[in-house]
């Protein structure tokens, strides 16, 4: 199997009108692929219509080889498929460890448990107890990343994961992910920080007005000043 994540050809809607156009993109095992565009390119719907949160009208999704087209996110996330949602989702009124406890996924099994994911967030360790609705965004978007991870899935789906947050954060954010990505861990990222994109993504897709208008290696797409500029905000 030479991709453990395939979408093809997503036509995707809001109502009437046509968001995502004939988007395709793969995902090999151990890869962290990124997709990157401006404000409302459509990085966001084309996460959420792998995830089955947006289906799209027409195309088809593959995951681990299996057809997994028009499958509900519940299915999807018992397939192997972990979301870290832009808005993040903490409940407030929940401790850190009861957040973590939900983000667990029946018949899911692997080497992510409580013990083993609160290794890897020190900062999330040393207050276990503390409410959600307490925490800083950077904590919040670790803590989404750390409850994605209880799931054992096969593929990370982030959603612009550094969004909001200070540069201190971006480079934890960046070690975290990297460590991630050194225990093998598949990410499908969505980025708008290039930067950020540069430093873990191992090949690059870019969308316009849910077009894709690029598609490369990191080490081709670090040098397409051309393409950072037409559809980046850089
Ligand atoms: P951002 O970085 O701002 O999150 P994005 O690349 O993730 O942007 P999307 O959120 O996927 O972009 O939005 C793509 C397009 O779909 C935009 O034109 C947006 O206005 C539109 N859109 C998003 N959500 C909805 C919705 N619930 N109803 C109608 N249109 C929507």
Redesign the pocket.
């Known amino acids: 199997m030479e991709y453990i994540l395939e979408a093809k050809n997503f036509n995707t809607f ?2 009437r ?1 046509h ?1 995502l156009f004939d988007i395709s993109l793969n995902v090999k095992p151990g890869e962290t692929v990124c997709l990157m ?10 996460l ?1 219509s792998i995830m089955g949160l947006t289906p799209p009208k027409s195309g088809e999704l593959l995951l681990k080889g299996k057809n997994c087209t028009g499958f509900q996110p519940y299915k999807m996330a018992r397939l192997g498929l972990g979301f870290v949602p ?1 808005d993040r989702r903490i409940l407030g009124p929940f401790t850190i460890k009861e957040n973590l406890e939900l983000g667990k996924v029946p018949g899911r099994k692997g080497q992510w448990n409580i013990d083993t994911v609160l290794d890897i967030f020190p900062i999330l360790k040393d207050m276990t107890n503390r409410l959600g609705g307490t925490l800083s965004g950077g904590e919040q978007q670790l803590l989404t990343i750390a409850r994605a991870l209880m799931g054992n899935p096969d593929v990370m789906v982030m ?2 994961p550094t ?1 909001g947050l200070s540069p201190v954060i971006v480079a934890d954010l960046k070690g975290l992910v990297l460590s991630l990505k050194k225990a093998e861990t598949t990410i499908l990222l ?1 980025e ?1 920080n290039l930067r950020f994109s540069l430093a873990v993504s191992d090949r690059v897709i870019v ?1 316009d007005k ?1 077009h894709s208008v690029y598609h490369g290696s990191i080490e081709e797409f670090k040098d397409e000043k051309e393409i950072h500029k037409t559809y980046l905000a850089v």
């Open positions: 809001y109502d009108s968001i565009g401006r404000n409302g390119a459509g990085k966001t719907t084309t959420r832009e959603d612009e969004e969505s708008q969308i849910g």
